[in-house]
T-cell receptor, first 112, second 114 residues
Framework: GENVEQHPSTLSVQEGDSAVIKCTYSDSASNYFPWYKQELGKRPQLIIDIRSNVGEKKDQRIAVTLNKTAKHFSLHITETQPEDSAVYFCAASGFGNEKLTFGTGTRLTIIP | EAQVTQNPRYLITVTGKKLTVTCSQNMNHEYMSWYRQDPGLGLRQIYYSMNVEVTDKGDVPEGYKVSRKEKRNFPLILESPSPNQTSLYFC?????????????FGPGTRLTVL
């Protein structure tokens, strides 16, 4: 089955700096890669996703890049703000694959 | 309001006492799933359902049962809970029939098994 590894487990950055979280996956058939954000005491919510026919996707300050050859994908947050502090989860799934496999999460702390 | 609801939100029980956590969605979603969240382990899928009467095991199904008799409901059943099932549980639903679509999570159920 699919295995998703996520690094780092914790990340602290100064407000205004950029943050990068990286994930690797094992199943070369995976081609859907969402990122979820979970604020303290809240439920996970989708913030961005990418499918394998695209190498990069941006949404304002958030971007995701995908390298299918190396089987890794990354979340980039620019101009970080205090409200970006949360736990971020990457995940992977294959087309027609009913399962969604999550990484172990990254706790991002933005230092004012 | 489109939402996924779970009940109860908090539950403390004892080993061996059967319990059910309910999950309901009002978005007419095909796909529903249960996850457990443990520190350092992320979200792990327990069971999922692609449609009524169709369920399948996720990555950590041992000790759990599910049923999908109606499209909107997907209860999680612990027949004989054990302390290692103490966890935060999330139900989720999505409009498609695979893990390929946006998952909408419920508020979570914090379960403690003594």
């Amino acid at each position: 089955g699919e295995n998703v590894e996520q690094h780092p487990s914790t990340l602290s950055v100064q407000e205004g700096d950029s943050a990068v979280i990286k994930c690797t996956y094992s199943d070369s058939a995976s081609n859907y890669f969402p990122w979820y954000k979970q604020e303290l005491g809240k439920r996970p919510q989708l913030i961005i996703d990418i499918r394998s026919n695209v190498g990069e996707k941006k949404d304002q300050r958030i971007a995701v890049t995908l390298n299918k050859t190396a089987k890794h994908f990354s979340l980039h947050i620019t101009e970080t703000q205090p409200e970006d502090s949360a736990v971020y989860f990457c995940a992977a799934s294959g087309f027609g694959n009913e399962k969604l496999t999550f990484g172990t999460g990254t706790r991002l702390t933005i230092i004012p | 309001e489109a939402q996924v609801t779970q009940n109860p939100r908090y539950l403390i029980t004892v080993t061996g006492k059967k319990l059910t956590v309910t999950c309901s969605q009002n978005m007419n979603h095909e796909y529903m799933s249960w996850y457990r969240q443990d520190p350092g382990l992320g979200l792990r899928q327990i069971y999922y359902s692609m449609n009524v009467e169709v369920t399948d095991k996720g990555d950590v199904p041992e000790g759990y049962k599910v049923s999908r008799k109606e499209k909107r409901n997907f209860p999680l059943i612990l027949e004989s809970p054990s302390p290692n099932q103490t966890s935060l549980y999330f139900c989720a639903s999505s409009s498609g029939t695979s893990g390929w679509d946006t998952q909408y999570f419920g508020p979570g159920t914090r379960l403690t098994v003594l």
